[in-house]
């Protein structure tokens, strides 16, 4: 039986669309945008209209027919209080992915807003899954020692928790009934700690090491110390915490692959700074393991950056003894954001109706 799925992933200067039937993808495409395009909406909701004028091409084009497509799953946006899994995008929802109060503007949040904006079209479901806000810590994980700073989930769910569903079947058992810690390596990294097919915690690139571009979790006095120097502005600040952090403030460059030609040539810098990412990457897997108590089936290493083998085997000489380390490089958010419309779909799972709350949920 066909279940046709147009799948919608927007980015800061693309959408990328693909069409899938159960799990077989049929086509796919990535739209570029070009800034002055998108420079002219005040808004990231504003944006709507345009994409979906390319959404309509790219199914013009392709000849894909809207009634017959079973559903259209976006990728999920930065909306605040939301658990892992599916959601059906109702009104709220949709209102929740356009308003400060909820929500933290992201291209992701178009995901849900084009994926409504179609399948209201042809009287068809709509869902985003995994958003990178999704989690479901305890109250006990939310709490930090300022009261007006409250932890929320903030990681690289999507690909995280599909990779912890494929190795968990690979070992034939189900999500459901292991405990993992998810470690996602990228331009930016996260790890999140699974526990019976819940996500009960994450370290973001906030709150824990560095990464390629960020900065991570650094001394909070020398932090504001910093802030209030009077030699940055706060943008010139966000970029030091976010895209100019992490090995590329100390390297110059956050591409691993230069930074290994450099460590091969006998670059002693680039050499410690790699180790000190690997050393943080498993002080992180460390501090997880405990939200287990010990009891963890397997560490995956996931993500672009997993393809470095001289960055994984320096994590496994690290942590490898808290439990066995599985490397599954590379991702693919589209193939996860179709098996997750898949499993909803298909009744493995229910999608969750979003309701507003009533003040902004943290």
């Not at 110390?225 to 009077?230: A, M, P, Q, T």
């Not at 993500?303 to 599985?326: M, N």
């Amino acid at each position: 039986m066909s279940c046709l799925q147009l799948i919608i992933n927007p980015g800061s200067t693309s959408t990328k669309l693909a069409l899938y039937d159960g799990e077989e993808k049929l086509l796919q495409s990535s739209i570029e945008h070009k800034a002055e395009d998108l420079h002219r909406f005040e808004k990231i909701g504003d944006q709507v209209p345009y994409r979906l004028s390319l959404i309509h091409e790219f199914m013009a084009e392709n000849k894909i027919k809207g009634e017959e497509l079973s559903a259209v799953v976006g990728r999920g946006g930065l909306v605040y209080g939301l658990r892992t899994g599916g959601y059906a995008v109702n009104d709220a929802l949709a209102k929740a992915l356009v308003d400060p109060a909820y929500s933290s503007p992201h291209a992701s949040n178009l995901g849900g807003l084009l994926a409504k904006a179609v399948a209201d079209e042809y009287g068809i479901p709509a869902y985003i899954y995994d958003a990178v806000t999704s989690g479901d810590l305890s109250p006990v994980a939310k709490i930090t020692g300022i009261p007006e700073i409250t932890r929320q989930s903030f990681s690289h769910v999507l690909n995280s928790r599909a990779q912890a569903i494929r190795y968990a079947a690979s070992q034939g058992k189900r999500y459901e009934d292991m405990d993992l810690i998810v470690f996602h390596l990228g331009g930016g990294t996260s790890a999140s700690v699974h526990r019976h097919g819940t996500m009960i915690d994450s370290v973001g690139d906030d709150d824990g090491q560095f990464s390629p571009e960020r900065s991570g979790c650094v001394p909070a006095l020398e932090l504001t110390r910093l802030c209030f120097s009077g030699k940055y502005t706060k943008a010139e600040m966000d970029k030091k915490i976010r895209g100019r952090g992490g090995m590329y403030a100390h390297l110059g460059t956050s591409d691993c692959r230069e930074i290994e030609r450099r460590i091969e040539a006998g670059d002693r810098r680039a050499d410690e700074i790699l180790q000190a990412q690997a050393y943080q990457i498993a002080k992180t897997i460390g501090l997880l393991s405990v939200a287990l108590k010990g009891h963890c089936d397997a560490i995956i290493l996931t993500g672009g950056l997993a393809y470095s083998k001289l960055l994984t085997e320096r994590i496994k000489d690290y942590a490898g003894f808290l439990a066995p380390i599985v490397v599954i490089p590379g991702e693919n958010e589209m193939e996860a954001l179709a098996q997750g419309g898949l499993r909803l779909l298909s009744g493995q799972e229910k999608a969750k109706e979003y309701h507003l709350p009533e003040r902004k949920e943290l």
